[in-house]
Nanobody, 124 residues
Framework: QLRLVESGGGLVQPGGSLRLSCEAS????????IGWFRQAPGKEREGVSCMDSSVGGTTNYADSVKGRFTISRDNAKKMAYLHMNGLKPEDTAVYYC????????????????WGQGTQVTVSS
């Protein structure tokens, strides 16, 4: 019922900014919570941020990105975003968006839909 496609990744210098996009190419986002995850080579998948559906309205962030990253959404455009500021080399990873009905879950395995990822590389 939902297909997600990430975009906006690329190469950025330390301290720079980048905006990732997550588009529902199939389906709509109105009733879904959206999560952002990242996975660096040889490391486990890490939850970055999550936003409840428009009905819920809460957001959360990993401590490692709090104050630097901002999650947002525009349901009318079927888009979700991750604004990343003050990027660090340790932010380098493949970033994924994911969706689950209504509310951000406790476990990553609860997410029902996943995009294919977009590479973010932070390097001088």
């Amino acid at each position: 019922q939902l297909r997600l496609v990430e975009s906006g990744g690329g190469l950025v210098q330390p301290g720079g900014s980048l905006r990732l996009s997550c588009e529902a190419s199939v389906g709509t986002l109105d009733t879904y919570a959206i999560g952002w995850f990242r996975q660096a080579p040889g490391k486990e998948r890490e939850g970055v941020s999550c936003m409840d559906s428009s009905v819920g309205g809460t957001t959360n962030y990993a401590d490692s990105v709090k104050g630097r990253f901002t999650i947002s959404r525009d349901n009318a455009k079927k888009m979700a975003y991750l604004h990343m500021n003050g990027l660090k080399p340790e932010d380098t990873a493949v970033y994924y968006c994911a969706a689950i009905a209504w509310y951000c879950p406790t476990y990553v395995s609860d997410y029902a839909y996943w995009g294919q990822g977009t590479q973010v590389t932070v390097s001088s």
